[in-house]
């Protein structure tokens, strides 16, 4: 195996894209199609009123979950009575599925509207220009200048087509391949790549009031929606994974059965992971948060610095896990205790940089007195978890 390669493998039939660093898997990802992202018309069934929310419908038997808090007016396509902008029974309204339904829970759904480019995510309902963090600070900064008084003016001058809303832009990291390339017309590139989005946009907000309830107006997948199709999506995700990591040219490998990915897969399952040091973590997910604790296990206690090491060994895994795993939401992680403060501080700095290497929005929130490190980490996907058990009930 070579020092990164991607690997098409399955696990009890279901397609599996894994890649590797260093005979490592850094990335897993079932080949699967997903309601993520998809954008139907719905109708309010009932409101909440304790909760702030709405129960919206987006088909004759699926209902979702939508906040009342900072509701797009122009996602409204029809109301039931008045012309405010609060929503009540009856109601229609444009909605994006933000995460999945898991078990008893609802989809959650949302009226800021995202939509992505090559080069350029826009969301309905936010204003300002951003650039993907994990762009390196003087990309990120180049690529803002270059482009930020545009794109603003871009924004206006689709204001009326918007229905009046505002847009907020994000540059993503497939903008730097713009600059490696010495590209001098990357301005453009990006400015040509936000039209071409904000068309779509703009499309998809006048046919939201012609069109009748329950539509799927929009799926991220757009015609590809065979298992090829998805496959091919899911590579280019792996390949955009390495690609950060400094690997630009992976082998492609269709999987024979000698890399051993079900086993791999299934020492996923176990919450004790050992680290090369004989120290070890323990991982629990809960409903409502996850804990991970660091333990020093047979790691030689009489070493120089040993929980400062054996900590920064553990951030590296512990991340790994994290991304494996797919655990999303509140992460509190219980490291070694270390007598230096200057060792958490340095500590911290290199979980906030792994944290910016994570596909999904991964935010280190700080470390409470009692020790504990706390993140969050957006929710993109069912986890693991949830998904090794959906695959054992098909």
Same mark, same amino acid.
């Given at each position: 195996m070579q020092n990164a390669s991607i690997i098409l493998s399955k696990y009890n039939n279901t397609p599996v894209v894994c890649g590797f660093i260093n005979n490592k898997m850094e990335f897993l990802s079932f080949v699967r199609e997903s309601a993520l992202g998809k954008i139907y018309i719905g109708k309010v069934?009932?409101?909440?009123?304790?909760?702030?929310?709405?129960?919206v419908k987006i088909g004759k038997d699926e209902i979702g979950y939508l906040s009342l808090k900072n509701v797009v007016k122009s996602c409204i396509t029809r109301k039931n009575s008045g012309n405010d902008a609060v929503l009540k029974a009856g109601d229609e309204v444009l909605v994006q599925i933000e995460s999945e339904?898991?078990?008893?829970?609802?989809?959650?759904?949302?009226?800021?509207? /995202?939509? /992505?480019?090559k080069y350029i995510v826009i969301t309905l309902g936010r204003n300002g220009v951003g650039a993907s963090v994990k762009l390196n600070d003087a990309i990120r900064k180049e690529l803002l200048d270059g482009t930020k008084d545009k794109l603003q003016s871009l924004s206006l001058s689709y204001k009326d087509r918007l229905y009046g809303e505002d847009i907020g832009f994000i540059i993503r990291t497939n903008a730097a391949d713009l600059l490696s390339d010495n590209n001098s017309d990357y301005v453009e590139d990006i400015i040509n790549d936000a039209s071409s989005v904000l068309e779509k946009m703009s499309d998809l907000l006048q046919a939201a009031r012609t069109r009748t309830i329950y539509s799927c107006l929009y799926s991220p997948l757009s015609n590809e929606n065979s298992e090829d199709d998805i496959q091919n999506i899911t590579i280019r995700k792996a390949l955009s994974f390495l690609k950060v990591r400094g690997y630009d040219d992976p082998q492609i490998i269709e999987d024979s059965g000698i890399h051993g990915i079900p086993s791999k897969i299934e020492e996923l399952r176990s919450n004790k992971i050992w680290l090369k040091s004989g120290a070890f973590l323990i991982i629990e997910q809960l409903e409502s948060f996850n804990a991970i604790d660091v333990n020093s296990g047979k790691a030689i206690k009489s070493k120089k610095d040993i929980s400062y090491q054996v900590n920064l060994e553990a951030s590296e895994e512990i991340m790994r896990q994290i991304r494996l795993r797919n655990l999303t939401g509140m992460i509190l992680i219980d490291f070694i205790n270390m007598k230096e403060a200057s060792k958490y501080d340095e500590l911290s700095e290199h979980v906030k940089e792994l944290c910016r290497m994570d596909p999904i929005h991964t935010t280190f929130v700080d470390i409470t007195g009692l020790g504990i490190m706390e993140l969050t980490r957006n929710k993109n996907d069912k986890s693991l978890k949830e998904l090794l058990l959906e695959i054992a009930g098909s």
């Open positions: 069934d009932h409101i909440v009123g304790n909760l702030d929310a709405a129960f339904a898991i078990k008893t829970k609802k989809c959650k759904l949302t009226t800021g509207i /995202s939509l /992505s480019g």
